[in-house]
């Protein structure tokens, strides 16, 4: 038989209408075998996460306040879900527990935490699986990096014994056993460790969205949906702000080489979007895959005369960044001139120490610093193959009369970066996707 590991988002479980709705979904199939619920999520938009609530708690009670009122809506959240899905379960014991130990400051990410455990707990009862606690499987190191080969080790050998359980997203434990979580939206991440020691033939993440589209929706009207992509191809563009997950989620089914299939759960029976290692497939219609974008970067232009000759130019310009520890995004550069793109936020508070010590390091003819630079990547494995690919994007830039301060493409030709005016983002955006989608 298959086996499928099943993420579900805190919107797919803020409720138990929602609850009901996953249950559904697992019982369709039953290779879903291994589940990772997230802590219950926003019911409206106006609405607080269980883990936001909980986060509160903990500043809370570090600054001595009261959390009575704001423990008492958590409680009754959870309660709500047992009561309406008619589990004849208490949590309450749980719910003390947990309460007594926010009280007695046992830390941020045990507080955090929680949420999704006890959304374990109840969503375990309720489907008739195991629990497995997170902490017994997940394993983090002591500089706080995550444990993978160890955690793969113990995590595959009691899911063998476990043929159908859930395990709760988001946090794992140290070695001296306090709990840590991974960051924000984490639980992604473990349902790719589970999956990958479950060697499953298929990571289900289950969200509110169909899959990944191939522009933001907020800039590019109704844009399509993307059906498979790569994970090389995913990595660029969630690097450049497509986020439906975690960035980090990628890396142990990639290394393991298990598909993800992004689905929406309120729209069971849509495909949604197949991350797969490799494909040869593409849409000749779409000789692009997506696009995205981010504002906020800037530039860095250093002028010397003859930089060409200069042996070890651009390793002491470079060795000021590792000092200053500020990475950079791209380095375009011509004869004389060389350039250096950088997160104007990271940037920041180094700015002045940073081109003095340019300066220092290189004795430049001139440097300047310009800000309000937004990048595009434009991806797609199809481009290899397509001839002309670049001059359409410059066409389509040109045409809406943007004008392209910086161009990049990476030797692999799966990408062309683009860095434009921030003003001019959005309708870059738009004529590039209406060049490349009819
Ligand atoms: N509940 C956590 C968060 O809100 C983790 C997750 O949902 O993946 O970030």
């Not at 941020?108 to 969503?123: F, V």
Request: negative net charge.
């Amino acid at each position: 038989m298959q086996v499928k590991v099943v993420k579900f988002g805190g919107s797919s479980l803020a409720d138990a209408e929602h609850f009901r709705q996953v249950a559904s979904i697992i019982g369709a199939d039953e290779s879903r075998r291994y589940v990772v619920p997230s802590a219950p999520g926003k019911r409206f938009p106006e609405d607080t996460k269980v883990t936001d609530m909980l986060y509160t708690c903990y500043e809370m009670v570090r600054r001595g306040e009261d959390i009575t009122d704001i423990f008492g809506q958590i409680r009754a959240r959870y309660n709500s879900i047992i009561e309406e899905l008619g589990i004849d379960y208490s949590l309450e014991d749980e719910l003390t527990f947990v309460r007594g130990a926010l009280l007695h400051n046992s830390g941020r990410d045990y507080a955090a935490s929680r949420g999704e455990y006890l959304n374990g707990i109840i969503l375990a009862k309720y489907l008739g699986f195991d629990f497995i606690d997170a902490a017994n499987v997940i394993f983090f190191r002591d500089d706080g990096t995550f444990d993978a080969e160890h955690t793969n080790a113990i995590l595959g050998e009691v899911l063998r014994r476990h043929p159908r359980a859930v395990i709760p997203g988001f946090y794992g434990s140290m070695p001296n056993g306090t709990i840590k979580t991974f960051s924000r939206g984490g639980s992604d991440i473990t349902g790719s460790i589970v999956a990958r020691a479950a060697e499953a033939d298929l990571y289900e993440n289950w969200t509110d969205v169909s899959g990944f589209l191939m522009a933001d929706p907020r800039i590019v009207e109704n844009p399509l949906p993307i059906e498979t992509i790569t994970y090389r191809e995913l990595r660029e563009l969630s690097y450049m702000g497509a986020t439906v997950l975690h960035e980090d989620a990628i890396f142990p089914v990639r290394f393991a080489g298990i598909p993800i299939n992004i689905r929406n759960t309120n729209r069971p029976d849509d495909a949604g979007t197949m991350i797969v290692a490799q494909t040869d497939s593409y849409d000749p219609d779409h000789v692009i895959t997506g696009i995205a974008g981010k504002k906020g970067f800037s530039v860095i232009t250093i002028e010397k005369d003859m930089m060409n000759a200069e042996i070890g130019f651009g390793r002491r310009v470079l060795e000021v960044l590792e000092e200053e520890k500020i990475s950079f995004e791209h380095l375009p550069s011509g004869i004389d001139t060389m350039s250096i793109v950088i997160n104007t936020q990271e940037m920041e508070e180094h700015r002045d120490r940073l081109l003095a010590q340019i300066c220092k390091s290189v004795n430049p003819d001139s440097i300047s610093v310009e800000d309000g630079l937004a990048l595009i990547a434009i991806v797609g494995r199809g481009m290899v193959k397509a001839k002309g690919t670049a001059a359409r994007v410059f066409r389509a830039v040109a045409d809406a009369s943007v004008n392209i301060r910086m161009i990049d493409q990476g030797s692999c030709e799966l990408n062309i970066i683009i860095g434009v005016e921030a003003h001019d983002f959005e309708n870059a955006m738009r004529a590039i996707y209406a060049e490349f989608v009819k």
